[in-house]
């Protein structure tokens, strides 16, 4: 079955730190360019962050840069987000998908932060 599954959120507090993983199963994951998206509460889901196929080009959107870090394992088929100093604005559902023939949504994987 072709599909991402995000995991790895939880509540933390402001200032603290999650590592999301999206782990990719019945395709290649290394031939795909991979994002990371976030949804808030009543807002449209946006892009936080892309890697490209290899790992070796990133880009984060400013309000995340400096603080998130976008990684892969691609013998691993997972692709991985690091977020260090989260604040409550990071509060989010966080998805990943292909930059390229983009799969059907997951359910994501919830991040609260806050006191």
């Known amino acids: 079955q072709v599909r991402l599954v995000e995991s790895g959120g939880g509540l933390v507090q402001p200032g603290g730190s999650l590592r999301l993983s999206c782990a990719a199963s019945?395709?290649?994951?290394?031939?795909?360019?991979m994002r990371w998206y976030r949804q808030a509460p009543g807002k449209e889901r946006d892009f936080v962050a892309y890697?490209?196929?290899?790992?070796?080009?990133?880009y984060y959107v400013d309000s995340v840069k400096g603080r998130f870090t976008i990684s892969r394992d691609n013998a691993k088929n997972t692709v991985y987000l690091q977020m260090n100093n989260l604040k409550p604005e990071d509060t989010a559902v966080y998805f990943c998908n292909r930059a390229v023939a983009p799969l059907p949504w997951g359910q994501g994987t919830q991040v609260t932060v806050s006191s």
């Open positions: 890697i490209s196929s290899s790992g070796g080009s990133t």
């Open positions: 019945g395709f290649t994951l290394s031939n795909y360019v």
